[in-house]
């Protein structure tokens, strides 16, 4: 097969893939309306136990959705699972900071969770990913110090926010046909 083929074939095997980025602003929304309800240092330990549910939701909603997430014969879904993988190693710098720094806690896993669309993108050849990556980040940074006394809830609104963006760009970009 070629790169092309296996991009249809990824795509038509994921039903435009959707499940994450819902998954995302379901598990985000929580965090931000939870961080108006706590204090900080717990909202924290939300935020970190809470994205770690996202992948599961998401294969939930896959399920409904008829989404394969995970595709062993798919080169392109193998590359996508180590994007994965690769944004999950980032937990070895979430914990210390968790532990030293907590009040960077947001502004890591909110960057760190989000660097798999710049592959995304390339994989769907289609710039949706890095407009999510690129937008996300800069929303987080400037949520981080704009609002710095209610981080988790402006970082978690810029997420959503990006989310939105590109579950709408997903839903209404044109596949290439089969």
Request: charged residues 10%.
């Given at each position: ?19 994450m ?10 965090v ?14 939300i935020?970190?136990?809470?994205t770690?549910?996202i992948?599961?939701t ?8 008829n989404?394969n ?6 080169p ?10 690769m ?24 960057v760190g969770?989000g ?11 289609h710039?949706?990913g890095?407009?999510?990556?690129i ?7 400037a949520?981080?110090?704009l609002?710095?006394?209610?981080g988790?809830?402006?970082i978690?609104?810029?997420i ?19």
């Open positions: 097969m070629t790169l092309d083929d296996y991009r249809r074939e990824f795509e038509q095997s994921s039903n435009r893939s959707v499940s980025p819902i998954a995302g602003t379901i598990i985000w929304a929580v931000a309306v939870l961080s108006t309800q706590l204090n900080e240092g717990t909202a924290v330990y935020l970190l136990f809470a770690g549910a992948f599961p998401a294969l939930m909603i896959a399920k409904i959705r989404e997430l995970v595709s062993p014969s798919n392109l879904a193998k590359l996508m699972g180590l994007c994965i993988l944004v999950n190693l980032l937990w070895v710098v979430h914990i210390p900071l968790l532990l030293n720094a907590p009040e960077f806690v947001p502004l890591s896993l909110g969770l660097l798999h669309w710049v592959v995304y993108s390339w994989i769907v050849n710039p949706v890095l407009i999510h990556a937008l996300r980040s800069v929303l987080i940074v949520a981080w110090y609002f710095p006394n209610d988790i809830l402006a978690s609104c810029a959503i926010f990006a989310y939105l963006i590109s579950i709408y760009q997903m839903l209404t970009r044109e596949l290439k046909p089969a």
